[in-house]
């Protein structure tokens, strides 16, 4: 597949999976929508892995792999699908937008990479001052949507950790992407399994054409497609390249979210994105004018 095709191909799934996400619990819990969401994703992911024979060992150190990015994925996806009922969709893109400082600063600690420079301190800083001003307009809406900014902002911790986590314990052991994702699946969908199966939640009598779509789309498109092209692009394209990916994908979802799901954005949130894009700018400003 060509790269420029894998690149926008990434950019539209992100766009398009916090929308997605809100679509998928319509009509059920956000407990059966992430169960089936991942139980999707899994069972595509499996089958793709024994079609194209690529090895997919159980040892002791691919199972560590395994949970670390399972937990990852579960923990992560746990609080997102709770917290997209108290706000727009596209504001989970915005807030996923801090993951580059989150996993900038969690590595510079854990892993000793990349020292915290002027420019990557002071990007942080910006992005923590849009997040304030986000915020603060939630905290002003009557459902109390601060709850739902504050469960994705732990998404995003949970999600930073885990690739953290992932790398320190990846280190010297050489696995194919899909079957790391093979692997982190199965640990996501089976907890997430057992979480439905113990809430008490039932399955529902229907489900709309729109939601069964979406959790059709998040299992193939968000869970096992996007994954796969961004770890192909990884391979052929300058960091600096790829972090213009986290610029664009809070614009679009919170666009898509006004014109598709009729989603208020005030202006306060604007300028909250503006300043965390100009924050994420700044951090990423030595990538950016690197060459390859």
Same mark, same amino acid.
């Given at each position: 597949?060509?790269?420029?095709? #894998? ?10 999976? @916090? /929308? ?9 819990? !956000? /407990? !059966? ?9 899994? +069972?595509?992911?499996?089958? +793709? *892995? ?5 090895? !997919? @060992? ?17 923990? =992560?996806? +746990? ?16 807030? !996923? ?17 990349? #020292?915290?420079?002027? @420019?990557?301190? #002071? ?11 986000? %915020? ?24 930073? #950790? ?26 996501? &969908? ?35 497609? =996007? %994954?796969? +092209? ?7 394209? @300058? ?6 990916? $986290? ?14 799901? =009729? ?10 994105? &503006? ?6 700018? *700044? ?5 950016? $004018?690197?060459?390859?």
């Amino acid at each position: 597949m060509s790269v420029p095709a #894998a690149y926008i191909g990434v950019i539209l799934i992100w766009s398009t999976t @916090p /929308l997605a996400i809100q679509w998928s619990v319509i009509g059920s819990s !956000f /407990l !059966f929508g992430l169960m089936a969401r991942l139980v999707v994703g899994v +069972l595509l992911c499996l089958a +793709l *892995l024994r079609l194209m024979r690529i090895a !997919f @060992p159980w040892h002791l150190g691919a199972v560590r792999l395994y949970l670390a990015a399972g937990l990852g994925i579960y923990g =992560g996806l +746990l609080t997102v699908y709770w917290g997209a009922q108290y706000i727009p969709s596209g504001l989970i893109a915005v807030i !996923f937008g801090l993951t580059p400082l989150a996993t900038g600063v969690m590595a510079a600690v854990w892993l000793g990479e990349q #020292a915290l420079t002027l @420019p990557k301190v #002071a990007g942080t800083l910006l992005g923590l001052a849009g997040l304030s001003l986000i %915020f603060e307009a939630g905290r002003q809406w009557e459902n109390g949507s601060w709850v739902g900014i504050a469960a994705m902002l732990i998404s995003m911790l949970i999600h930073s #950790a885990s690739s953290v986590w992932v790398k320190r314990l990846g280190d010297g052991i050489r696995l194919h992407p899909m079957a790391i994702n093979g692997g982190a699946l199965v640990v996501a &969908a089976s907890l997430s399994l057992l979480t439905w199966l113990g809430s008490g939640d039932t399955m529902p009598v229907t489900l709309s054409l729109q939601t069964a779509g979406s959790i059709l789309y998040l299992g193939i498109a968000g869970s096992v497609v =996007g %994954f796969t +092209l961004y770890y192909h692009i990884l391979r052929h394209l @300058p960091a600096g390249v790829i972090a213009l990916i $986290t610029l664009v994908t809070p614009v679009l979802a919170l666009l898509l979210g006004q014109w598709l799901n =009729g989603e208020r954005v005030e202006p306060r949130i604007w300028w909250g994105t &503006a300043v965390i894009l100009a924050g994420l700018l *700044l951090y990423q400003w030595s990538n950016l $004018t690197t060459r390859r």
